[in-house]
């Protein structure tokens, strides 16, 4: 079983940065995927971000390329999502999950466990 607690979100006008953090328990952390979704009211639940197990491959949504960056620190058992040039578009509740296969996914089906989510609110 693994538990996540994301934190680091909250209000910021755009143009400013956010950092996610996303402290995992449990000693297999570092045997799994990490992935950030968003949910803002009324869409789905889409991803923004991944990466694989040992850090060396992620994935960006079109949409965030070249302003978010993930990243992870094994040791620290914490994945975090570094948020840049935010957008009142960025608008959402973001979620981190972990899914038990090493390589990521973008789908929200493969993850197996899920954090509570953080609110990250842009104002234009």
């Known amino acids: 079983q693994v538990q996540l607690v994301e934190s680091g979100g909250g209000l910021v006008q755009a143009g400013g940065s956010l950092r996610l953090s996303c402290a995992a328990s449990?000693?297999?952390?570092?045997?799994?995927?990490m992935g950030w979704f968003r949910q803002a009211p009324g869409k789905e639940r889409d991803v923004v971000s991944a990466?694989?197990?040992?850090?060396?491959?992620?994935y960006y949504a079109d949409s965030v390329k070249g302003r978010f960056t993930i990243s992870r620190d094994n040791a620290k058992n914490t994945v975090y999502l570094q948020m840049n040039s935010l957008k009142p578009e960025d608008t959402a509740v973001y979620y981190c999950?972990?899914?038990?296969?090493?390589?990521?996914?973008?789908?929200?089906?493969?993850?197996?466990?899920w954090g509570q989510g953080t609110q990250v609110t842009v104002s234009s």
């Open positions: 999950a972990a899914s038990k296969g090493a390589y990521y996914s973008t789908m929200p089906g493969d993850y197996d466990y």
């Open positions: 449990g000693r297999t952390f570092s045997s799994y995927a």
């Open positions: 990466i694989t197990w040992s850090g060396h491959n992620t």
